[in-house]
């Protein structure tokens, strides 16, 4: 039997002072690396940087046979020069179809993700590609595992990504699946060999009711004190209107992973300004404490249930802090974070919106942390997308080394493009 955690719960969410720079306009300008053509559009996971600051990506839909594709662009020799875009592979008509999420790039460059659909009963898939011996060849592709939720013993609909554990295990959520069918999170483990297969273990299986449900974000991965994993993740609803959890395993033996619930979201009910819908995934910085947007919520009332908030949580043991560093109101700085944050130097957060800005096609933005424990964050519009000429509804955003940030939008066009905040 799995052992159930239950932190304390704060009706009243910590809420942090925000300022806003003004005026309100926008500081920087996105460089296009590439369009995608009208036969794969989509690119809704973003990008991730690999080896050579190549990045890599899937599109949702698209490719000869519809399904989706995965996608390399390759900076160019010299500065100013063109990126090259590369299909890596397409997705047939039988098998896994349409990845949602982006791809993680592991040990050698191999590039693990997830469809949402396909694989033996429709249900979802893991798979990898592996790059070739030899420059210009094939990308080989492999099925881990394919989800299986006809006897309601495993996961349905992986929405997100995986993260990489230490010794090479993914890790993962799907968003039904499971006894009740409210969702679920997984790990694989490779094989003692390559070639072998992969094993599945569920590692929780979410109930419903008045317990969390949907975990739509994933998981990420850090390292106990002891060593061992531990796994943080949202659900976009359940006790109130969403959750902070983690995971970690058993002190010894196969038992049962401890889950632990870090913070219920609340919304604005009776007035907290609290975060509501938390859609995507966390990130930690090097002190431990999480980040994350929510979908709605928070203070302005200008959006039905609230524009949205960037909030923190800070674990500790059971207890937890959790922290609204800033609440959308729907004007030019946006509304309806849904994609993942990410984390610059200096502990700066960057992050999109859905909708809002100038152009109400979405923004991008940056909160800078105080200069004290306890102060105000900042929080600055670099990026208005309009709908008509640069594009609308950006995706997540992933750092680079350089400090460049690199993201993509889903339509109108939808293109890769990098960012020098």
Same mark, same amino acid.
């Given at each position: 039997?799995?052992?159930?955690?239950?932190?304390?719960?704060?009706?009243?969410?910590?809420?942090? +002072?925000?300022?806003?720079?003004?005026?309100?306009?926008?500081? #920087?300008?996105?460089?296009?690396?590439?369009?995608?053509?009208?036969?794969?559009?989509?690119?809704?996971?973003?990008?991730?940087?690999?080896?050579?600051?190549?990045?890599?990506?899937?599109?949702?839909?698209?490719?000869?046979?519809?399904?989706?594709?995965?996608?390399?662009?390759?900076?160019? #020799?010299?500065?100013?020069?063109?990126?090259?875009? #590369?299909?890596?592979?397409?997705?047939?008509?039988?098998?896994?179809?349409?990845?949602?999420?982006?791809?993680?790039?592991?040990?050698?460059?191999?590039?693990?993700?997830?469809?949402?659909?396909?694989?033996?009963?429709?249900?979802?898939?893991?798979?990898?590609?592996?790059?070739?011996?030899?420059?210009?060849?094939?990308?080989?592709?492999?099925?881990?595992?394919?989800?299986?939720?006809?006897?309601?013993?495993?996961?349905?609909?992986?929405?997100?990504?995986?993260?990489?554990?230490?010794?090479?295990?993914?890790?993962?959520?799907?968003?039904?699946?499971?006894?009740?069918?409210?969702?679920?999170?997984?790990?694989?483990?490779?094989?003692?060999?390559?070639? /072998?297969?992969?094993?599945?273990?569920?590692?929780?299986?979410?109930?419903?009711?008045? #317990?969390?449900?949907?975990?739509?974000?994933?998981? +990420?991965?850090?390292?106990?004190?002891?060593?061992?994993?531990?796994?943080?993740?949202?659900?976009?609803?359940?006790?109130?209107?969403?959750?902070?959890?983690?995971?970690?395993?058993?002190?010894?033996?196969?038992?049962?992973?401890?889950?632990?619930?870090?913070?219920?979201?609340?919304?604005?009910?009776?007035?907290?300004?609290?975060?509501?819908?938390?859609?995507?995934?966390?990130?930690?910085?090097?002190?431990?404490?999480?980040?994350?947007?929510?979908?709605?919520?928070?203070?302005?009332?200008?959006?039905?249930?609230?524009? /949205?908030?960037?909030?923190?949580?800070?674990?500790?043991?059971?207890?937890?802090?959790?922290?609204?560093?800033?609440?959308?109101?729907?004007?030019?700085?946006?509304?309806?974070?849904?994609?993942?944050?990410?984390?610059?130097?200096?502990?700066?957060?960057?992050?999109?919106?859905?909708?809002?800005?100038?152009?109400?096609?979405?923004?991008?933005?940056?909160?800078?942390?105080?200069?004290?424990?306890?102060?105000?964050?900042?929080?600055?519009?670099?990026?208005?997308?309009?709908?008509?000429?640069?594009?609308?509804?950006?995706?997540?955003?992933?750092?680079?080394?350089?400090?460049?940030?690199?993201?993509?939008?889903?339509?109108?066009?939808?293109?890769?493009?990098?960012? +020098?905040?």
């Amino acid at each position: 039997m799995r052992t159930l955690q239950i932190s304390s719960r704060a009706l009243v969410a910590t809420l942090v +002072i925000f300022t806003a720079s003004a005026p309100h306009r926008a500081s #920087a300008q996105p460089k296009t690396l590439y369009r995608f053509q009208a036969a794969r559009p989509s690119p809704y996971g973003g990008v991730a940087v690999g080896p050579g600051g190549v990045l890599y990506g899937t599109t949702y839909d698209g490719g000869a046979n519809g399904s989706g594709t995965v996608f390399s662009l390759t900076p160019p #020799a010299t500065p100013g020069g063109a990126w090259t875009e #590369a299909e890596l592979f397409e997705f047939g008509s039988t098998g896994p179809v349409g990845p949602l999420s982006g791809v993680t790039v592991g040990t050698g460059g191999v590039l693990y993700g997830t469809t949402y659909a396909g694989g033996t009963t429709y249900d979802g898939t893991v798979f990898s590609l592996t790059p070739p011996a030899t420059p210009g060849g094939a990308w080989t592709e492999a099925i881990l595992h394919s989800f299986d939720n006809v006897s309601g013993s495993d996961g349905n609909v992986p929405w997100a990504g995986v993260a990489l554990g230490n010794n090479g295990e993914l890790y993962g959520t799907t968003v039904y699946g499971g006894p009740q069918e409210m969702g679920t999170v997984y790990e694989l483990t490779p094989p003692a060999s390559p070639g /072998g297969t992969w094993t599945e273990t569920i590692l929780y299986n979410f109930t419903g009711e008045d #317990a969390p449900l949907y975990p739509y974000g994933g998981v +990420i991965a850090a390292t106990q004190s002891n060593g061992q994993p531990v796994l943080y993740g949202t659900t976009f609803s359940g006790d109130q209107e969403g959750t902070v959890y983690s995971l970690t395993p058993p002190t010894s033996g196969s038992g049962a992973w401890t889950f632990t619930l870090l913070h219920d979201f609340f919304g604005n009910q009776l007035g907290t300004g609290d975060g509501g819908g938390p859609y995507t995934g966390l990130v930690m910085d090097r002190q431990g404490t999480l980040y994350g947007p929510t979908y709605y919520g928070g203070a302005s009332a200008a959006c039905v249930g609230g524009c /949205g908030t960037i909030f923190s949580v800070t674990p500790d043991g059971v207890f937890s802090t959790e922290s609204v560093l800033y609440s959308f109101t729907g004007g030019i700085d946006g509304a309806n974070p849904q994609a993942r944050l990410a984390l610059g130097s200096g502990g700066v957060l960057y992050g999109v919106t859905l909708t809002g800005g100038n152009g109400n096609g979405g923004t991008i933005f940056s909160l800078t942390p105080p200069a004290k424990t306890g102060g105000a964050w900042t929080w600055k519009l670099i990026f208005s997308f309009n709908g008509k000429t640069n594009g609308y509804w950006p995706g997540p955003l992933t750092a680079g080394k350089s400090g460049a940030l690199f993201g993509a939008t889903y339509a109108n066009p939808s293109a890769v493009f990098e960012l +020098i905040p």
